[in-house]
């Protein structure tokens, strides 16, 4: 089944329980440095949202988690999140390692319309359905978008003479280096109804990505869409391709893949950190999921 979860494209007025937050933009100066200094994700409490335009960040430090659409994208220190206008996400720092970002956004169209020509019009009416775009990069796999990120917000914190016309030059190679890469992911019409459908889905979704690490049953998340469990499983495997419990553990998993490249923590600290108070079983759905053991994986990335 293909999974389209964060492909839809959505409209204020059709979800109520999801946050739209809009931002304004200046007319000569399409870009919003949010809060001007670095924000922490909260490990729990946090509720999915969209906004009216480009969102990208830098996180310098910790770790946690991005659910976009229908994928859980862990993420750590050094790396970049890209999130397309009318994406639904939430972002949730791990309880023991909380998460400090800068976000920036940025208004394509109003940034393209400064200049004559507009050759990337294109991406920017379809970013939000590019299928399986990663959203959340590192520099060893994508060293020019994130140095691009951080020259923008390097010149955003230091307000130096000219910044504004340094940010939109940089903006602007950031929007042709992201064309680039989005010509790696297909693109899909086949939206119909997925914005009704995943909407059902949302207070599960969101309790989710707040208690990923905590023991969180079918009835649980049943009970937060209104459904019976059993319509709940069907209902869940419909939109999101897999199942609530195999969506949950392989979330586990990325999470705690992505902790055993910091060597301060043992692997049972890891199994207990992400929700396995047997280390038999987190052993166990690790090989499942990554068709290793935890110990050759991290000997691998030594």
């Known amino acids: 089944m293909q999974k389209r979860g ?19 933009f200046a007319t000569d100066f399409p870009i919003y440095d949010l809060d001007g200094s670095p924000h922490s994700p909260p490990a729990k409490g946090n509720h999915m949202h969209y906004h009216n335009c480009l969102e990208i960040g830098f996180c310098y ?33 791990n309880s023991f390692d909380m998460s400090y970002w800068r976000f920036v956004m ?19 009416t379809g970013s939000s359905t590019l299928l399986d775009f990663p959203h959340i990069l590192n520099s060893k796999n994508h060293s020019e978008i994130c140095n691009l990120v951080k020259m923008i917000i390097d010149n955003l914190t230091k307000r130096n003479t000219n910044y504004k016309t340094s940010v ?26 997925i914005s009704e459908d995943y909407q059902q889905l949302i207070p599960a979704l969101n309790f989710i990505s707040s208690n990923l690490t905590s023991s969180i049953t079918i009835g649980e998340l049943s009970q937060k869409c ?4 059993s319509s709940f499983r069907r209902y869940f ?30 692997i049972s600290q890891i199994s207990l950190e992400v929700g396995y108070n047997s280390l038999s079983s987190f052993n166990r759905h690790f090989k499942k ?6 110990s050759n994986w991290k000997n691998r990335i030594s």
């Open 6 to 24: 964060d492909t839809m494209q959505i409209h204020p007025s059709s979800l109520n329980n999801i946050n739209y937050v809009p931002y304004s």
């Open 168 to 193: 939109i030059g940089l903006s602007l190679a950031l929007i042709s280096s992201l064309e680039t890469l989005s010509l790696n992911f297909n693109r899909t019409n086949n939206l119909d109804n």
């Open 289 to 294: 999921y990554t068709g290793t053991s935890p």
């Open 106 to 124: 940025i208004e394509p169209n109003a940034l393209l319309s400064l200049f004559k020509n507009k050759p990337l019009e294109a991406f920017i």
């Open 61 to 93: 430090g910790g770790s946690g988690i991005f659910l976009v659409g229908n994928r859980i994208l862990p993420f750590s220190k050094g790396d970049v999140s890209i999130i397309f206008n009318n994406q639904i996400h939430i972002a949730n720092s």
């Open 226 to 229: 209104s459904m019976s469990e």
């Open 237 to 266: 495997k419909k939109v999101m391709g897999t199942s609530p419990m195999d969506f949950i553990y392989s979330s586990r998993i990325k999470i705690a893949s992505q902790l055993l490249y910091n060597k301060t923590y043992s």
